[in-house]
């Protein structure tokens, strides 16, 4: 095969998930770790590709990207229901408390399953957010009872930031959150490009008794420019999909419960 065909596979590859592995494209395409090396200081002049440990990235990934609220609510739309469902099996029947419910797509999946989830359980409880996104899924709703924490909001994220929101957070004591993120790694543990978001997540971990992180397993081996908390300082991850090994073990090591939606 010739490099330029290579070169072409990998763009390929690229633009349907996002990343490839020097070891893997070895193995693939039959030559060295070298030769691909190679091919991928090629494509990273050209402008292709951003090249990382071990591998490259699209160049659309970088660690301070991040994509428009809209644009993202088109992506794993399945996948991300199905974390929601899995994810509000963990309420116990006839759960009484309250919950927090953080930005993102995937939360908002979770938000949108609660009022009958709650409803079939016959039991009051109260749900915060920070997110205008979760605020209008649920307003309105007279199965639940809802608490919206303000601030500056986000366009990118349509999410209350700021001073105000983490203040404001720090005095609450939810009994279980439900957490989006950009990435999740087995090093850098769960992270997000944006510091004032990142300051939202930590204050909504150290306030719940228990943190459920919800994400795709697009989010696997990611790692954004902020880091808002240790795999150490979650409970539970629902995803649809295993982890790879490496963060598998570093779950296990955290003691994180995994469920696969």
């Known amino acids: 095969m010739y490099a330029m065909e290579r070169q072409q596979l990998i763009e390929r590859e690229l633009r349907e998930i996002g990343r490839v592995s020097v070891v893997d494209l070895a193995r693939r395409f039959d030559v060295t770790t070298e030769t691909v090396r190679r091919d991928l200081d090629r494509l990273e002049r050209t402008g292709s590709l951003r090249r990382v440990h071990g591998g490259a990235v699209g160049i659309d990934r970088a660690s301070t990207t991040e994509v428009s609220l809209s644009e993202r609510r088109l992506r794993q739309g399945e996948a991300k229901r199905a974390i929601a469902i899995e994810a509000t099996r963990l309420l116990t029947p006839g759960f009484r408390g309250s919950i927090f419910i953080d930005a993102g797509t995937t939360a908002a999946a979770v938000a949108a399953e609660l009022p009958q989830v709650l409803a079939e359980g016959g ?36 999410a209350a930031v700021g001073a105000h929101t983490v203040r404001t957070i720090g005095e609450l004591r939810p009994d279980i959150a439900f957490i989006g993120t950009n990435g999740v790694s087995a090093g850098f543990g769960l992270s997000t490009p944006d510091p004032e978001e990142a300051a939202v997540k930590t204050a909504i971990i150290r306030a719940a008794r228990r943190v459920v992180v919800v994400a795709d397993t697009a989010k696997f081996g990611e790692e954004l420019l902020v880091r808002f908390a240790r795999l ?9 999909g295993s982890p790879p090994e490496d963060l598998a073990a570093a779950l296990a090591e955290a003691d994180v419960e995994v469920r696969v939606a």
């Open 123 to 158: 039991a009051e409880v109260e749900l915060v957010t920070h997110s205008l996104e979760a605020a209008h899924l649920l307003a309105g709703d007279d199965r639940v009872s809802l608490t919206v924490i303000g601030g500056r909001v986000r366009g990118v994220t349509a």
């Open 232 to 240: 150490d300082e979650i409970d539970v991850l629902v995803s649809d």
